[in-house]
């Protein structure tokens, strides 16, 4: 009894620390209550995030005042057509020791090695470039000069990209999308934001926000989301939704199997669950409802659709084929067999 008390302790914790970053954040930026709360989601889940939308809109506003309720170590690193992946991970350069005029090679870690990594307009760089982000993100490790090199913890990249209809940018590897925990569209701001836009940032008043945890209880986070139960049929549920995302399997839709190139990877369904975990115990439950799984699949699985040449030459957008997903797959098995 005293182990299920304990339980509801950490998971009640959990919920204050959440509302008071929800409310610190809330300080800075105006809006996009959404987007915070996904943001929050993924770095609970041990996840990296893309924040997808035109300049101007608080992404970067968003990851600089991340760092500060948490206080980790903030990086920012700026995508260019002439950055090289050196200018990410590091590299080794010549030393000359002052005292005995010896030269020898010496590491020289590059801006990865962070707790908050801002990759600001990653898709203006060279997918060269692009893929020197892979093994952090999924490792949480460089390799250079043949040598794996960790990187501290907790670890979270969140990469900033322009639409790709803009001129000079070039998509991301499907490689690098697909780990990425969710893909976060930002939208514009509404008329009552952009009023409170403007008395925050146009009458010398800059608010503040205050320290709430730090990477020891972000990591405690971490492990308590992961102790979450989930009930076999949610998670089959979670399963037969990233299975609808296969054209012409068991579970598909006539949508997916006309329009969808490829589906999602099994990181689709570890996200769903995943998020859904932390979602139940902001609910106040320490189990995960198909609510839950539902409330995910947009941000988890829409940059892990590919979709075909005639899905793109319809306008087709990865959204509506997860709409779709959603309709079509039921909760149960059972209720599957009772539909005439």
Known sequence: MSKEKDVEGQCKDFRKMFE?????????IVGHET??????ICLFCGGHVLLEGVPGLGKTLLVRTLSSVFSLEFRRIQFTPDLMPADIIGTNIVM???????????YQPGPIFGQIIL????????????SAMLEAMQEHSVTSGGEIRKLPEPFMVLETQNPIEQEGTYPLPEAQLDRFFFKLLVPYS???????ILDRTTTGHEPQVRYVTGAEGIIQAQDLVRHVVIAEHVQDYAIRLVLATHPNGEFAPEITSRFVRFGSSPRGVQALVLAGKVRAMLDERYHVSFSDIEDSVRPAMRHRILLNFEGQA??????DVLEQILENTPKTMEQKLDVP
Request: aromatic share 2%; net charge negative; proline share 2%.
């Open 35 to 40: 987007i915070v709360d996904n943001v929050l």
């Open 190 to 196: 509404n008329r009552e934001e952009l009023r409170t």
């Open 96 to 106: 000359e020791d002052a005292a005995t005029g010896r030269r020898q090679f010496q």
């Open 20 to 28: 008071s970053l929800r409310s610190e954040i809330g300080k800075v």
């Open 119 to 130: 990759a600001d307009e990653i898709n203006r760089a060279t997918p060269k470039t692009q």
């Open 314 to 319: 319809e306008g087709i957008k990865t959204d």
